[in-house]
């Protein structure tokens, strides 16, 4: 019987540190966030190529001719 409570106390104690461990949660956290920020700077740069491309290039193109 004394075998059994050692296994449960053991067992307790693992759980224990296995739910307080936030090493996991919190590079989880940080990958979220990078990807997020990577979203942005992709849609932005998406977004500002467009308008580069379409009046930057056609007045250098229309100052060429």
Not at 29 to 58: D, H, P, Q, R, W
């Amino acid at each position: 019987m004394a075998g059994n409570s050692t296994f449960l106390s053991d067992t307790k104690r693992s759980v224990g540190r296995f739910l307080g461990d936030e090493q996991g949660a919190t590079a989880i956290e940080y990958a979220l966030i990078a990807s997020g920020i990577a979203a942005a700077i992709i849609s932005i740069v998406f977004g500002v190529g467009n308008t580069v491309t379409n009046s930057l290039y056609g007045k250098v193109n229309a100052g060429l001719r």
